[in-house]
């Protein structure tokens, strides 16, 4: 709980989202889940037996299916430029 805590105190300061703005509290927890689901992904396959180099590349590819159900509002919520 306390991870996605900073997750949202961070997308507010990055954003200036005012305190009672529920947006980063929903993108927060929408990168909650990915991240939880991702972990299950890889807990599960290395739990097979599976090579760790395998495991990550495969988690890639899940990730990048992730993304694909995600809409532009979330993908580019609190966007930095490039440092």
């Known amino acids: 709980m306390a991870g996605i805590v ?3 105190a961070t997308l507010r300061e990055d954003t200036g989202a005012s305190g009672d703005d529920p ?23 290395m739990m097979k037996g599976r090579k760790a180099v395998e495991v ?5 590819g899940v990730l990048d299916d992730i993304e ?9 919520y609190a966007r930095r430029g490039a440092e």
């Open 56 to 60: 990550s590349h495969d988690a890639l």
């Open 6 to 8: 900073s997750v949202v």
């Open 68 to 76: 694909g159900l995600l809409g532009d509002q979330v993908l580019n």
């Open 23 to 45: 947006l980063p509290l929903l993108v927060g927890g929408r990168i909650a889940r990915i991240e939880s689901a991702l972990a299950g992904y890889v807990s599960q396959e």
